[in-house]
């Protein structure tokens, strides 16, 4: 809870008042803004099992994504939806060095990690509303 708040008040920073006047710069750099907060406050870095590896995964998807001047809206985040499943596909793979699966000492492996489902699913809520309208 406290660090996805952390995330969205920093990333919300990033964004203009009015979500119209958005460019798709903002989200981007609201994104890399909750990825520092969290890290910053939480002392997580990638690699760790936490959301930050989801979210690396994301920021990196929608850095290639920029690279190749993609603006189409309905494609940036079914690409960044997909980088969040297969982020969070890999973070289960990994020995938790922070959050509460630490206490699983090595039995999560291989399972899936909260924090990163939940990334997962918030994105995916993004895109579905998006494509509603």
Same mark, same amino acid.
């Given at each position: ?8 008040i ?27 907060g ?24 929608? &850095?290639? +994504?920029?690279?190749? %001047? !993609?603006?189409?809206?309905? #494609? ?7 980088a969040a499943?297969?982020?969070?596909q ?9 959050g ?8 999560e ?11 997962? &699913?918030? +994105?995916?809520?993004? %895109? !579905?509303?998006h494509?509603? #309208?």
């Open positions: 809870g406290p660090l996805y708040g952390i995330f969205l920093r990333a919300g920073q990033k964004l203009a008042t009015k979500l119209s006047d958005n460019q798709i710069d903002n989200f981007y750099q609201g994104l890399k803004e909750g990825f520092a969290i890290s910053e406050v939480g002392r997580a870095k990638v690699g760790e099992r936490t959301m930050l590896d989801v979210l690396d995964h994301v920021i990196k998807s929608f &850095e290639d +994504l920029i690279a190749k %001047k !993609e603006v189409n809206v309905s #494609n940036i985040l079914n690409a960044l939806a997909e499943k297969t982020g969070a890999n973070a289960a793979q990994l020995p938790a060095k922070r509460r699966s630490v206490y699983l000492q090595g039995k492996v291989g399972q899936k990690e909260p924090g990163c489902e939940l990334v997962v &699913e918030w +994105l995916n809520l993004i %895109k !579905e509303g494509q509603k #309208n």
